[in-house]
């Protein structure tokens, strides 16, 4: 009798946890992923403040799953799904037919409504995404070196964080860092110390999903890196040349600033959509899909979807957090569900998620945690964070590699990767699919 057919969309943590799960299992795996490499999200701020290099935070998919051999590794962009003769087709049309299917495509950034904003104010979701952001960020040290006007060195010296959750507080943190310690000494014309870091964020207070005093925590040692937080405001305007935002009610605030990031939050687009179209699946307003509670596609018990696509209500009512461990967990117990189904087994238990807690770093040796219920701030914090990222990193070489490079960084205040990559001029943004375009915007006068 023919194997039993997995398909896996996304070899993302939803996804590769899927398949590992899998490995001994008697049925033929595909996992399809538009990339060649399982990237480390929660590192990927690293890349773009240039304490670590692309390869640190990727492994290629193919080389972590040589080993399984019931499972075969495919490069290509799902496009779009027939649920009814059950078959996945990719953008080059090329189409695959599954007995069992689970999609962990992940989640897009989100600019409510206001992708224009996109070109001025990258987001942090994809390895170009970090290195634009890298390029960004080091490429206005250098023009505000060059420039003689002050108005405009001030510009280049001011940087804008939207959304401060865990991406946006750590952004800024290590904006700090660069401004106040690893570039204190590396130019003549400017003083990066003086470089303006401000925080913005539509919640009232930054950290909205940690606790309170966690989140206190973070503002001051965010503060003692001379970032400004702005919480409570709306942004209305990004442009080339800098960010407008009111407080709910008030007049509007302008900041001239020619670096803007954006940390504002995600949604699902892109293949989850013509999923929920195809399955009449239900969608929150992020677009999330609503599942089952053994994270299958009401009407379609042969289909799971998985980590942040899909939308699932945890013991206290509330949805799970589009966070790695959601991702892993759902993914593992997807697998284990197509093996109790190929087992015969009904009535699975609902999917139970463990919450192993939130976890945000501030700067060297500065993090706020909640572990399962213990709140910790600090060096503590941090070095919990350390250890709970290098034990995650999919690969033994990468954990050496990095566990390696943070030493060094914490001894020296380096940061190694300091390269400006693509074309000497600022506002260098991915294009999706591959490299980089350049906008139309001037270098320093
Ligand atoms: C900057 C940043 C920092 C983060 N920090 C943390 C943190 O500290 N802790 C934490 O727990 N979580 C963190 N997260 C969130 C966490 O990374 C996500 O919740 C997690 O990656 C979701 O897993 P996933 O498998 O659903 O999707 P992903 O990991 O995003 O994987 C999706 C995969 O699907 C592939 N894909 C997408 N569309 C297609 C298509 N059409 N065809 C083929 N392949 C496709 C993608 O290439 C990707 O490999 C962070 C996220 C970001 C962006």
Redesign the pocket.
């Known amino acids: 009798m023919a194997a039993h057919r997995v398909i896996i ?7 590769l946890y899927a398949a590992r799960a899998l490995r001994k299992a008697p049925v033929e795996v595909t996992l ?4 060649n490499f ?2 480390f ?2 590192l ?2 690293q890349v773009a403040t240039g304490s670590l290099s692309p390869g640190d935070v990727c492994a290629p998919l193919r080389s972590i799953l040589r080993r399984q051999k019931n499972t075969r590794v495919l490069l ?4 779009d799904l027939d649920p009814r003769t059950r078959k996945v087709i990719l953008h080059d049309g090329a189409s695959f037919d599954y007995d069992s299917l689970i999609v ?4 897009e950034s989100f600019y409510f409504g206001n992708d224009q904003w996109r070109v001025f104010a990258p987001s ?2 994809s390895v170009e995404e970090a290195t634009a952001i890298r390029h960004k960020i080091l490429y206005a040290f250098e023009a505000a070196e060059r420039t003689t006007d002050v108005d405009e060195r001030r510009a280049w010296l001011t940087f804008v964080v939207v959304g401060a959750g ?2 946006g507080v750590e952004l800024s943190g290590a904006l700090g860092e660069i401004a106040r310690q690893t570039l204190k000494h590396d130019f003549r014309a400017i003083d990066p110390t003086e470089a303006r870091i401000l925080l913005l964020d539509g919640a009232p207070r930054v950290l909205m999903t940690f606790p309170e005093d966690l989140s206190a925590h973070a503002e001051r040692s965010l503060v003692g890196l001379g970032v400004r937080t702005c919480t409570g405001v709306l942004v209305t305007e990004i442009d080339p040349q800098g960010v407008s935002f009111r407080e709910h009610g008030g007049a509007v605030e302008r900041q001239a600033a020619r670096t803007v990031l954006w940390a504002g939050g995600v949604h699902v687009a ?2 989850g959509r013509i999923l929920a179209q195809r399955t009449g699946a239900q969608t929150d307003p992020s677009g999330r899909l609503l599942v089952n509670p053994d994270l299958t596609l009401p009407g379609y018990p042969e289909i799971y979807v ?4 899909a939308k699932f209500a945890g013991p206290d009512g509330r949805p799970l957090p ?6 892993m967990q759902g993914g593992a117990y997807a697998a284990r569900g197509i093996l109790a189904h190929l087992e015969g087994h009904q009535n699975r238990r609902p999917f139970h998620y463990i919450d192993k807690g939130d ?1 945000a770093v501030i700067g060297r040796a500065s993090a706020v945690a909640r572990i399962f219920g213990v709140r910790l701030h600090g060096l503590i914090a941090w070095l919990v964070w350390l250890f709970v990222h290098i034990m995650y990193l999919v690969q033994f070489e990468n954990r050496v590699l990095v566990f390696i490079q943070w030493g060094f960084l914490y001894l020296t205040f380096s940061r190694g990767a300091r390269l400006i990559t693509g074309s000497p001029s600022n506002g260098a943004v991915p294009n999706r699919e591959g490299p980089f375009e350049t906008i139309g915007h001037e270098g320093p006068s």
């Open positions: 969309l996304g070899g993302g943590f939803g996804g399809l992923d538009r990339r399982h990237l999200q929660p990927l701020y290509g962009e799902v496009s962990a495509t992940g989640s942090l979701k865990p991406t892109g293949f998985v980590g942040d696509l589009g966070v790695a461990q959601v991702a976890l």
